[in-house]
């Protein structure tokens, strides 16, 4: 025969989970008010501070986009009038094109002032003002913030321009760097450094270098040709070797072809 149940137990289990949700709740409560009291204590302590932080990085970054957009206006009003020189110059007014690259040049050291200083210095070679243009290519020279293909640029440009009033080692030890195969300047540093050698009697290193320029395919094909004629004066064969698909030189090739011919004719 069953038992009945249990009443006494079954009331106790009820009484002992309603216990432990008072619990959950007031263990939760005060979870709570410590966390609220945490909060307070910080924004008290730390509240201050850490808004002018939020502030400062807020102004500081509302800066920066004011920065940033001011700098994009500003270039593309120097490319604008960096074009209209550019304009001014084919058209022959010089002084117009000083006005618009003057206020661009004086702004720094990147490459629209940088571009500017260098379109000023060929006006003042135009006008013959060679101090000017001089002044401006050693300043673009000499400015270490500048890219380096323009301050190479205006090494090449000041030596040529004061090539006959300079030694001839200076511009050897000046311009020696550029003047390698493969480097972006090497016709025009190599040439100048080839006419120097030839002020100071050094054929022997001259004649080489004017071969070796005559045979660079990414010079400038004026250039290659005046190379190619100095190389022959002195000397030296500056005519590239042609070769067929096999890449043998044709001289040799025809050589060949003919030898036998020759011998049979004899």
Do not use: C
Not at 32 to 43: H, K, P, S, T, V
Not at 142 to 154: F, S
Not at 237 to 260: F, N, Y
């Amino acid at each position: 025969m069953a038992l009945p149940p249990d009443k006494t137990s079954s009331s106790n289990d009820k009484a002992a989970a309603q216990k432990a949700a008072q619990q959950d709740v007031f263990l939760r409560e005060v979870d709570d008010a410590l966390r609220q009291d945490q909060i307070e204590g910080f924004m008290k302590n730390y509240g201050k501070p850490l808004l002018a932080v939020i502030v400062l990085g807020l102004l500081a970054f509302g800066g920066w986009l004011y920065w940033d957009h001011r700098q994009t206006k500003q270039y593309e009003a120097d490319t604008e009038s960096f074009v209209q020189a550019l304009d001014k110059v084919q058209a022959g007014n010089l002084d117009d094109a000083k006005a618009r690259l003057a206020p661009i040049a004086a702004q720094g050291s990147d490459g629209n002032a940088t571009s500017a200083r260098l379109m000023l210095a060929a006006i003042a070679l135009e006008q013959q003002r060679k101090a000017d243009a001089l002044k401006l290519y050693r300043q673009v020279a000499g400015d270490a913030k500048a890219p380096q293909p323009l301050r190479d640029l205006a090494l090449v440009r000041e030596i040529a321009a004061n090539f006959d009033a300079m030694k001839p080692q200076d511009v050897v030890d000046r311009l020696k760097p550029l003047a390698a195969p493969g480097n972006p300047w090497f016709g025009a540093a190599g040439e100048l450094v080839g006419m120097a050698y030839l002020k100071q009697g050094r054929q022997d290193q001259a004649g080489p270098l004017f071969a070796a320029i005559a045979k660079e395919e990414d010079v400038d094909d004026g250039l290659r040709s005046r190379a190619r004629q100095l190389a022959a004066v002195l000397g030296v064969d500056a005519v590239q070797d042609v070769v067929d698909e096999k890449g043998e030189p044709i001289a040799k090739l025809t050589a060949k072809i003919i030898k036998p011919a020759d011998a049979g004719g004899e």
